[in-house]
């Protein structure tokens, strides 16, 4: 569910060039994907700056956690290219496979995979995700990989935490590229068939450059801003999440509130819920051992 220029891990694909096909390697393209990876990581900073209200993520915890996406996204983009060069080659799938032919238009395949990626890909990553970390704490016994949580220092996060999160991130990712993959695989037709003569079918009488545009910014200048939100949403420390969410249901006139009552209103709930989570940990320290 990522890509090299874009932040997600969705697939750049590359068609062999033909008069009418949709090229996604050239300067047009590249100029859009380009333009695309900046809109859409600046829709983690609105986030950051306007939507985590009153306490935000200090700017080395939020560098973090969105270094995962972008990593993820450089890695994760090795494997779209690979896949894409082969299943847009006319040549080798021909030589390999003869199945019927349906016109493989890199734009098409674009599209297809940029909805999966964004929509049913980002279910699939957080159940993964969630499953990962279960394994890997529970049974494996691994400490510092509480998402979003590097270490007791706000000021100074660990990068061993980071590190040991980012695994555990880049393969829950590729897990589910592999499982996306699958799907396309057994109903290759029957989506691309869709794609391309009713969602796509109106952009025929386009230049290609139009279609570029479409499906190559518009499109997923939607799709991938939800993406990366909703991925930013399960990878950063849940703590800040509940205590935001706790301050403004306890405190409903927050914003009209004096500097000084703020802080001490943010404090309580601060300590509230710092003990909540030494009484969850130790609840969980004593059933590992019990085991």
């Known amino acids: 569910m ?31 994907q380009l333009l695309l990876g900046l809109l859409c990581l600046s829709s983690l900073v609105i986030k950051r700056i306007y939507f985590e ?23 994760v ?20 496979l003869e199945e019927p032919d349906i016109d493989d238009d890199a734009c098409d395949w674009y599209f297809l995979n940029i909805v999966l990626d964004c929509t049913i890909g980002v279910y699939i990553l957080y159940l993964v995700f969630k499953f990962m970390n279960h394994i890997c704490k529970d049974y494996f016994h691994i400490t510092n990989i509480e998402s979003g949580k590097y270490g007791n220092n706000l000021n100074s996060p ?18 589910t590229k592999v499982i996306l993959y699958i799907g396309v695989e057994i109903f290759e037709y029957q989506l691309l068939w869709i794609c391309k003569n009713i969602l796509l079918y109106w952009l025929n009488d386009y230049s290609d450059e139009f279609e570029i545009f479409i499906v190559m910014f518009i499109i997923p200048i939607i799709m991938n801003c939800l993406q990366l939100i909703l991925i930013d949403n399960f990878i950063r420390n849940q703590f800040w999440k509940s205590t935001n969410q706790k301050i ?16 001490r209103e943010i404090d309580q709930v601060i300590n509230e819920e710092l003990i909540n989570e030494i009484e969850n940990n130790q609840k ?8």
């Open 284 to 291: 969980n320290y004593h059933s590992i051992n019990q085991v």
């Open 53 to 75: 209200y009153p306490i935000r993520r200090n700017f080395k915890i939020w560098c973090f956690d969105v270094s995962k996406q972008l990593i993820g996204a450089f890695g």
């Open 158 to 175: 660990s990068f061993k935490a980071f590190f040991k999160q980012l695994i555990i991130y880049f393969i829950s990712l590729m897990i």
């Open 2 to 32: 990522y890509s090299m220029i874009q932040l997600s891990p969705i697939t750049i694909y590359k068609s062999n060039v033909k008069e009418g096909k949709c090229e996604l390697i050239g300067s047009f393209s590249l100029f859009t």
């Open 248 to 263: 403004q249901m306890q405190y409903p006139n927050f914003q009209n509130e004096t500097d000084s009552i703020r802080q």
């Open 77 to 96: 983009h090795i494997f779209n290219i690979t896949l894409s060069t082969l299943k847009t080659s006319d040549d080798l799938s021909n030589l390999i």
